[in-house]
């Protein structure tokens, strides 16, 4: 917030705070305490310090900080305001909690949109994606900070665009270059250098930028970060980012319009210090009449145990010992007539076992290791068990088990998610100023009809038939940027061409089959028959897009692999060999 503040130069200031799963502990929270269900962080650590300076600057504030209880975080906020004794004017948004239509949705038979699955029944949290017209409307009204509940990360940029420029409900491109200049920037310093390929180019992580992005009336806008800051702004940090956690680039569905990133182009900006990118191309389609609805339920508990393992012969050692508390633990359930775990997962990190084939040999022979034991059960009571019978290991097992990191394992309710589609009209859209109901948002759904789509990109690569080989191979990392994210159980994977004269050597190398190959000791598949693999392509930014189904082992808190959410899929892919193509280097000094 201070370097945002201070060195940003900003008319507005948002904040981006949930996921599917904070939305079900907010809930949890609120069950708890009727003050509570929000992020108090975004009132206590961003705003109670810097509210006066905020104010003085003339910036205005929109966050979904909201969380499950809007108006509690608004009623906080104007403690803060008061004691501050300022002007500021609170605008909440509601409507996207539909938990009093729980009963009502499950009688209509309602079933996930991806798996085909039945309403479930322990559902914990149920919130629709709100767009961002809501959000523009409070700010007309004259609310100096806009809070909400649940709503599209995007549009908590493309609101205060929507309010500043006038765009209009059917003026789909620019509403499309808006959400990408709020998608760009959600994920905070992920667009200015965090977690970049080329991390070793990235200095000061320590007081790393965060992004500003300065948008025109026409839907360009330019990407940088706060002066003296650390982090890289270039073509590479934001095209990165460009691809984190979308499908169908030609079809990223959102609640405002269905946007086209796939023409989409970065351009560098030159002599701004720390770097700054150009962004247009965007273009938009009309949207669903539909939101799109996250329900979370309870499946269970978990828990994991995390034990490292030295001295030689690490990983079979620490995959015995995993092997034999389990074997403990499931006589103890047998004694006292419990049910077997649902799952359960070992891995020995530091093994490489999560790279399948293409794991390195000698990684099994490491002299160091880490036990990666985590467990799934639909009782709290057996998993209190598992979590008592890790310590024997330390004593009775084998050598060289250093500890348990973070002490006996935490028991933790599972919660998945459950999503679908519900018709907007459906859904009642208030706003409040100061505590006020001050109207019931009305939005004009009569949109035109979504022109088709044309056929799968990678289905007509006629071009690539003549591609000339060569004598080279290549890592992609030589080639490629990557960036994996996770939307419930699958992954995806963007990749972008170092050089334009990179890109018709990887769409040709590679295929949707060639990464289900690569990445097939991870995917769960639903038969020999069924893709589990999808490419998509980005030619505006010279880029691939993989989308992976099935391959998180559950996603989120309901998977119990080390990396639920995909985020190492884009470096794991690094390695892949591009074999018998040109000498490119020369090919671009040339």
Known sequence: VPQLVFGGNLDFLVFDYLSEITMSLLAAAKAKSSNHGYVPDFVEVAMVPFIKDIHKRGIRVVCNAGGVNPHACAAALQQVVKKADLDLKIGVVTGDDLMLMKDLLEQAGITDMDNGSPFPASVQSMNAYLGARPISRALDLGANIVVTGRCIDSGIALGPLIH??????????????????????????????????????????????????????????????????GGLVSFGTVAEQLVYEIGDPRRY????????????????????????????????????????????????????????????????????TAENILKRVRRIFKQMGLDDFKSVNVQILGSEEIYGKQAVKKAGNSREAVIWLAVHHMQKKALEIFSREIAPAGTGMAPG?????????????????????????????????????????????NYPPLPPLEKD????????????????????????????????????????????????????AVTAKAVEIYFQHLIQSEDS??????????????????????????????SLRSDPQGKAYGQMLLDFQLKHVPDLKTLIDE
């Not at 002490?407 to 100061?434: M, Y």
């Not at 000339?468 to 972008?496: F, H, M, Q, W």
Request: charged share 25%; glycine share 12%.
């Open 164 to 229: 500043s420029f006038g765009w209009k409900q059917n003026e789909f491109d620019l509403l499309a270059a808006g959400s990408l200049a709020g998608h760009l920037i959600e994920c905070g310093a992920q667009s200015t250098g965090g977690v970049f390929t080329d991390w070793h180019r990235v200095p000061d992580w320590d007081n790393i930028g965060f992004p500003v992005v300065e948008c025109s009336s026409d839907g360009s806008f330019v990407l940088s970060k706060p002066p003296k800051t």
């Open 253 to 320: 569905q959102l609640p405002d319009v269905i946007c086209d990133f796939s023409q989409v182009t970065l351009s560098e900006v030159p002599d701004v210090e720390g770097g700054a990118v150009r962004v247009q191309g965007a273009r938009g389609l009309p949207p669903s009449d539909n939101y799109k609805v996250c329900a979370t339920y309870l499946d269970g508990y978990r828990a994991t145990a995390v034990c490292p393992v030295g001295g030689s012969r690490a990983v079979e050692k620490g995959r015995r």
């Open 401 to 445: 088990l250093t500890g348990i990191v973070g002490g006996r394992p935490k028991v933790s309710p599972v919660l998945k998610p459950f999503f679908f589609l519900h018709p907007k009209q459906n859904v009642v859209i208030d706003i409040f100023l100061d505590g006020k109901h001050v109207e019931i948002f009305k939005e004009d759904l």
């Open 457 to 508: 990109v990678e289905q007509n690569e006629d071009d690539l038939k003549d591609l000339p080989s060569g004598p080279c191979n290549y890592r992609l990392e030589e080639l490629a940027y990557t960036r994996s994210g996770d939307k419930g159980n699958t992954v995806n994977i963007g990749v972008i061409a170092r050089h334009p004269l990179y890109y018709p050597y990887l769409r040709k």
């Open 529 to 558: 028959d069924t893709r589990m693999v999808t490419r998509f392509d980005l030619p505006g930014i010279q880029g691939l897009n993989f989308v992976l189904r099935n391959s998180l082992g559950g996603g989120g808190i309901a």
